[in-house]
């Protein structure tokens, strides 16, 4: 499924639909669905605030595990201007739990417990200082006007394996006591292998 939004062309791949409708058949509970649209509001507050800014990507791809943005005005954008396009992902999930937390007080449905929890994980996680996750894209652009581009590459780096490295070990040794937790050495290792395989592209 393909359409157009303000010239921006927006594809949704039949795996990615595949994927919201079976979790909704197969999972009542809503866990997966729940995450799976914090994950779309978290890319969509990237795309709002890029609209806000009028420089929304030319085509975006809703794949099955992640979302590929096509964005040919990077360049033309001051590090601040970027800043604002990175934290407006994490800020409107943490701006949707807020709303959540106190209905869910008010009308305790499964659901809604579920849509803040996912909310509040997708935020977290993408906040944290690590190449590839928004936290590393908004220390580059902070560390970029202080040190320029060259040094802040490097920081951003090394500030990503300080993190990686012990969570990967924390990560071994949970699974060590546990064979079916690997989810934290998974990311970990996976996350270590895009900085050490890849050119990280920041921003």
Same mark, same amino acid.
């Given at each position: 499924?393909?359409?157009?939004?303000?010239?921006?062309?927006?594809?949704?791949?039949?795996?990615?639909?595949?994927?919201?409708?079976?979790?909704?058949?197969?999972?009542?509970? =809503?866990?997966? $669905?729940?995450? &799976? /649209? %914090? @994950?779309?509001?978290?890319?969509?507050?990237? #795309? *709002?605030?890029?609209?806000?800014?009028?420089?929304?990507?030319?085509?975006?791809?809703?794949?099955?595990?992640?979302?590929?943005?096509?964005?040919?005005?990077?360049?033309?954008?001051?590090?601040?201007?970027?800043?604002?396009?990175?934290?407006? =992902?994490?800020? $409107?999930?943490? &701006? /949707? %739990? @807020?709303?959540?937390?106190?209905?869910?007080? #008010? *009308?305790?449905?499964?659901?809604?417990?579920?849509?803040?929890?996912?909310?509040?994980?997708?935020?977290?996680?993408?906040?944290?200082?690590?190449?590839?996750?928004?936290?590393?894209?908004?220390?580059?652009?902070?560390?970029?006007?202080?040190? =320029?581009?060259?040094?802040?590459?490097?920081? %951003?780096?090394?500030?990503?394996?300080?993190?990686?490295?012990?969570?990967?070990?924390?990560?071994?040794?949970?699974?060590?006591?546990?064979?079916?937790?690997?989810?934290?050495?998974?990311?970990?290792?996976?996350?270590?292998?895009?900085?050490?395989?890849?050119?990280?592209?920041?921003?």
């Amino acid at each position: 499924m393909e359409f157009t939004f303000r010239g921006c062309r927006i594809f949704v791949s039949f795996w990615f639909a595949a994927i919201l409708a079976v979790s909704a058949v197969l999972d009542p509970p =809503g866990g997966v $669905l729940c995450g &799976l /649209l %914090a @994950a779309v509001a978290h890319e969509l507050g990237h #795309l *709002l605030e890029m609209a806000r800014q009028n420089c929304l990507p030319k085509k975006i791809a809703f794949k099955m595990f992640r979302v590929d943005m096509v964005d040919s005005r990077r360049n033309e954008r001051s590090y601040q201007r970027d800043l604002r396009i990175i934290l407006a =992902g994490p800020g $409107l999930n943490f &701006l /949707l %739990a @807020a709303l959540c937390f106190p209905i869910y007080l #008010l *009308l305790p449905y499964q659901w809604l417990g579920m849509f803040f929890s996912a909310n509040l994980l997708v935020g977290f996680f993408n906040i944290q200082p690590i190449a590839t996750l928004d936290g590393g894209a908004a220390l580059y652009a902070i560390l970029s006007v202080r040190l =320029g581009e060259k040094k802040a590459t490097f920081w %951003a780096n090394f500030f990503s394996f300080a993190i990686l490295v012990p969570l990967a070990a924390l990560g071994f040794w949970i699974l060590l006591r546990n064979p079916y937790q690997f989810s934290l050495l998974f990311i970990s290792i996976y996350l270590m292998g895009v900085l050490v395989l890849q050119k990280t592209d920041y921003l």
